[in-house]
């Protein structure tokens, strides 16, 4: 298939290669640390370099570094009591170079000239409703330097948002001729299926090695065990942590991107279906590509992934029944279930490998049942149940136009994190696990509105074009939206770099040739 062929080219291994050196130099970096700071300084050189040769390469690291990076902190550099992350740095640096670039675009000596600097961009990839959003995010900052919020606090909160303004970069490396070549989102799609392919890799790694701890105070022991963890916690790549019914979950925040890849590729089956079936190689490779994917979701153990997961599947079922009738669906539903069962043998075969002796001895089955189940009990969630009604009630102080950016709420935590740093588990914070509830708190009813008007109007530009990767964009912005509800990705890097990205993608599809290729 000529789409396979393209995504995993010897570029694609290349990619998995630099991830994998990054990767192994961040973890050194934990033991020494100017190997972490000297890998920062690399990476951040090289960006400064291809971004002033062309944005787009810029936007293009950006993008890799939210597919694999969670929280921002896979590299970063101390200064004092500071740690600069690699996001803020690659934010920096690209977002200064493309504000030159706009600069001396106005120059008679300029031979590209900025799409910013022409009225047309308020048509383009529905630049209009970013701005209007972008409105209720400033008045958010501003209702919460008068209602005296704490200047830290409201800094860090609106901090996230700030990632909104690479819209500019973004937008001038997929639509301006100049910098943009002919086929624009290519390597994007190449960077988001190397980076999917490593979460998935580094996910069973991770689950291998929690699941078979060596022998107490060896040197493997603190390596891969004690050592390890700590990398991952440091770095805030993730979480690791044992259930009450013995599965060790890994979670990590770009593990929504797998998601995403996952409803792009079954778009994708439905469009070439008559192509892949006459290949049995390639429909291998979908069975295990799709195995890796379902099986790092299950590892996850996040019920907010599960929720979106099943709610955009409804989307799914309805745009492949209305476009290619109920056969091509029961089609994809039997690759999804072998899948499936590939990838519960693949995590069992992970989890009881003999070498060295597992610790655990569980039900795959009993585990998920109990983590789907555990709707009460559990520290996290009894902590977001504790949280909700006084977030209700300090939305419902100022509905409209909200308390502003850096407004916080008391509350009694059940989390062990938590209570470990304070017995009494009281807790104060900025930051909700509930997504749009925080927004609403922040930016007010008509912020709120807004966002949700954006994202409709994405999706609905999805829904309208119709084509594999529009609508596979548009069921991975509603899987985003939905998430949401329960955890903070709309209001986060991870979330707003791909809407830009889906808002960009979807545009090109409708008004130019296909952006998949």
């Known amino acids: 298939m000529g789409l396979i062929k393209r995504l995993f080219n ?67 550099l101390d200064i004092g009591a500071v740690k600069i992350s690699l996001r803020i740095a690659l934010w920096l640096i690209v977002l200064s170079i493309w504000f030159k670039n706009f600069l001396f675009s106005f120059s008679a000596k300029s031979k590209i000239r900025s799409i910013f600097s022409n009225s047309k961009i308020f048509s383009i990839a529905n630049f209009s409703y970013f701005l209007i959003l972008f409105f209720f995010v400033a008045l958010g900052g501003a209702v919460g330097y008068l209602h005296g ?60 090695f ?59 089956v439905n469009n070439y279906w008559d192509e892949l079936k006459k290949s049995r190689k390639t429909i291998f490779f979908l069975l295990a590509a799709g195995a890796a994917m379902i099986g790092t979701l299950l590892v996850s153990f996040s019920r907010s992934f599960w929720a979106g997961l099943a709610a955009v599947f409804i989307f799914y079922i309805y745009l492949t029944v209305k476009n290619y009738g109920w056969k091509r669906f029961f089609t994809a539903v039997v690759l999804l279930f072998g899948s499936l069962a590939i990838s519960v043998a693949l995590i069992f075969a992970v989890a009881r490998f003999p070498i060295p002796k597992p610790s655990i001895d569980f039900d795959i089955a009993r585990a998920i049942s109990s983590r789907a189940g555990q709707l009460t009990n559990e520290a996290a969630l009894s902590s977001r149940y504790a949280l ?16 502003g950016f850096g407004a916080t709420i008391t509350y009694r935590a059940s989390d062990p994190r938590i209570l470990a740093q304070n017995q009494g588990g009281t807790y104060t914070t900025y930051a909700f696990e509930w997504g749009w509830l925080d927004i609403w708190l922040k930016i007010g009813l008509f912020g709120l509105l807004a966002y949700l008007l954006l994202i409709g109007k994405i999706i609905e530009d999805g829904w309208k074009k119709n084509t594999w990767l529009a609508a596979g964009l548009a069921a991975g912005l509603l899987l985003i939206t939905i998430v949401s509800f329960f955890s903070p990705y709309t209001n986060h890097p991870l979330g707003i770099g791909f809407l830009l990205l889906a808002a960009a993608a979807i545009y090109h599809e409708k008004n130019a040739t296909c952006a998949c290729s």
């Not at 694609?12 to 934990?30: N, P, Q, R, T, Y």
């Not at 078979?212 to 805030?236: G, K």
């Not at 979670?251 to 409803?263: E, G, V």
Request: aromatic share 20%.
């Open 149 to 208: 919020n704490d200047w830290q606090n409201l800094f860090f909160d609106a901090n996230g948002w700030l990632f909104f303004l690479l819209i500019f970069p973004f937008y001038e490396a997929f639509f301006n001729p100049g910098l943009a070549g002919e086929k624009p989102f290519a390597p994007v799609w190449r960077l988001l299926s190397a980076g999917t392919a490593w979460i998935c890799l580094k996910t069973f790694l991770l689950f291998f």
């Open 210 to 268: 929690f699941t078979h701890p060596f022998p107490a105070n060896s040197f493997l022991h603190q390596l891969f065990t004690i050592q390890l963890y700590q990398w991952v916690r440091d770095t805030l790549i993730g979480e690791i942590t044992m259930t009450p019914s013995g599965f060790v979950r890994i979670f990590i925040q770009s593990q929504i991107f797998i998601a995403i890849a996952l409803f792009l590729g079954l778009f994708a």
């Open 10 to 76: 010897v570029y694609f291994f290349l990619i998995i290669l630099a991830i994998a050196l990054v990767e192994l130099m961040s973890f050194a970096g934990h033991f020494f640390l100017d190997i972490d700071h000297w890998v920062f300084i690399l990476v951040a050189l090289l960006t400064l370099v291809l971004s002033l040769r062309n944005i787009k390469y810029g936007v293009w690291i950006i993008l890799l570094e939210l597919f694999i990076g969670s929280q921002g902190y896979l590299l970063h």
């Open 388 to 403: 909700l009604p006084l977030l209700w009630q300090k939305i419902s102080n100022n509905p409209v136009w909200g308390e």
